[in-house]
DNA sequence: GAAAAACGTGGTCATTTGACCATAATCAGC
DNA sequence: GCTGATTATGGTCAAATGACCACGTTTTTC
């Protein structure tokens, strides 16, 4: 039904193939072309998304025009807006695909069903939303205590596969230094 | 028993007394001095803490000796190294009182019985989570899109009582910012 | 495959920021 | 209440950073 999902899922938990296939079947696929919007600023973010295939990102626009990435989501990943999700509230952010995207959707009813049906499922839930707490007081350590040069390079380390599929501004939009400072440090290091 | 701590859970919570014994019980209160530390960088954090009075932070050291502050808890709030609790591994942050505290602490073992033991403790564990959550993304984004200025606005905005029990280097810190310009920015504020 | 859009880099310059230091005021602890 | 430690502020200066602009290249899109 959904190849690369059930691929994800039987690589990543115990499920059984019968739950797999009572998950995948309860989600709707969707394709988006590259800077297509998923959500926009505004709605309410109505359903768990994992990707398939492609990259999104999540970023607001502030009073002046500026972009600020808040996560970037590739393949075989999840992303939501927590708070419009759990509120259901209008998001402030937007997500958008970088690239051409495929995702698999499944509205809040479905997916609270499957959690409350499926328990290795609300563990594998679990453990998405822990890895998620960790990294973010890690990024918020980073960016508090690292300088321009760390952060690109923690950010290297982090996720070296998406380098080469990012444009650079949305690195420093994301690592929060200018698209200068950025590249200014990647001129240093091809010095030595 | 604790009466700060059962005040706390009859106005924010639905729990009968009984409960609220129960859970009050468990807890072992702890008295810290000014600049104590509650958990050290290295060890593992074996406990939930609440605040009954005073006010911790939580902070980590950077390899030039820089303090960089990750969270504030004053009185009427937990606190816990979140990764170092759940995997049981060395926190890599300290937690320290700014000011005399006293707080409670509950085992790990103990709480987990709690939590299933008392489902509306549980309700209450999920909701501090997801403000958690929502806060963490908040202040990321601020971090990333607010200048030096509009940080220091939004926290005296947020955090209005706290603005007269911190030191200005702590509140520089948590903001990531340097105490110069801070100090900068006040002195400007007062021309106005 | 051609036109248009987006992208990465570099120059210049003004501004912001931080490091270091000194000083006066305030606070903590006995 | 006194003493020592901590704190907030300000000066100076160097360095880092960002805004703006231009240009050549690469990538999209139709």
């Known amino acids: 039904m959904h190849p690369e999902f059930e691929k994800y899922l039987k690589e990543n938990t115990n499920l059984t193939p019968d739950d797999i296939h009572h998950i995948s079947s309860k989600a709707v696929g ?20 994992f990707i398939a295939k492609g990259l999104l990102r999540t970023y607001s626009i502030d009073a002046n025009g500026n972009e600020h990435i808040l996560q970037f989501a590739p393949e ?28 698999l ?34 990024r918020m350590l980073t960016t508090l205590s690292a300088t321009p040069e760390e952060k690109y390079d923690d950010f290297i380390q982090r996720f070296p596969k998406l ?13 929060g230094i200018s698209i200068k400072t950025l590249t200014r440090i990647r001129h240093n290091q091809l010095q030595r």
Chains 1, 2 share one sequence.
């Open 30 to 49: 969707k394709t988006l072309r590259r800077n297509e919007l998923l959500l926009q600023s505004g709605n309410v973010c109505k359903q768990k998304v």
């Open 163 to 175: 380098l080469t599929r990012l444009p650079l501004r949305m690195i420093a939009s994301y690592l």
């Open 76 to 103: 075989h990943s999840w992303t939501l807006d927590v708070e419009s999700y759990d509120k259901e509230i209008p998001a402030e952010t937007n997500m958008g695909a970088v690239e051409p995207t495929e995702v």
């Open 105 to 138: 959707l499944w509205h809040k009813d479905d997916f609270n069903n499957l959690l409350s049906e499926v328990p290795e499922l609300n563990k594998l839930s679990q453990q998405i939303i822990s890895r998620n707490i960790y990294y973010s007081r890690q």
